[in-house]
């Protein structure tokens, strides 16, 4: 457990067949939605600290994507998370705190000021992550999620060395 680093993650148009297969499994095992191969390669998200990708070195297959944090440029001072998700294995041990404080230093020494995604409704456990953290919903988003309803969540990005 210990072992599981993140680290920098490549554009994911340039990944690997195997490596876009790893995160829409990801997707679909921990949240229940379904992406294609196509939409993924499609996420504008650069090589950026605001692009983390969760493996384990030291374990039995080093390229595993064990998780995510993507985070792309939307507008004005705004930065948007296109995709977060961690293995079940990994979640609630501080591994998406460290991620988040990472890409929220990372935004913030960039010029961003706010931050915004999506989550679905029905996923209270990250609304809670989000809300102590700042953000608030702001819009619900009908049609957004095969699976049911959403919101679009924003907030300020709040530094932890302030
Ligand atoms: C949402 C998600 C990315 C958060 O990552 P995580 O690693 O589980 O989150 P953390 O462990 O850092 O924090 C969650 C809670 O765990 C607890 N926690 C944090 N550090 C901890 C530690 N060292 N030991 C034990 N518990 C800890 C805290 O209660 C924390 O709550 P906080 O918000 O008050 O800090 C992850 O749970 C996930 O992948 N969920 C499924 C997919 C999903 O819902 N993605 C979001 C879609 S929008």
Redesign the pocket.
């Known amino acids: 457990m210990k072992s599981v680093i993140w680290q920098q993650g490549i554009e994911p148009k340039n990944m690997t067949y195997a490596a876009c297969n790893q995160v829409l499994t990801l997707f679909f095992d921990?949240?229940g939605e379904r992406y294609t191969e196509t939409s993924v390669r499609h996420l504008p998200i650069p090589n950026w600290s605001g692009n983390l990708i969760l493996t384990n070195p030291s374990g039995d297959d080093p390229t595993k994507i064990l998780g995510v944090l993507w985070a792309t440029p939307f507008k004005d001072d705004i930065v948007r998370v296109a995709a977060?998700?961690?293995h079940s294995e990994f979640?609630?041990?501080?591994?998406?705190?460290l991620a988040w404080n990472r890409f929220v230093e990372a935004a913030l020494d960039a010029g961003y000021r706010r931050v915004q995604?999506e989550?679905m409704a029905s996923?209270i456990?990250?609304q809670?992550?989000y809300q102590?953290r700042g953000m608030a919903v702001e819009k619900h988003l009908e049609g957004y999620y095969k699976s049911g309803l959403g919101y679009m969540m924003r907030g300020p990005l709040q530094s932890v060395n302030e």
């Open positions: 921990e949240t977060f998700v961690i979640q609630g041990v501080g591994l998406g705190s995604l989550v996923n456990d990250a809670r992550f102590r």
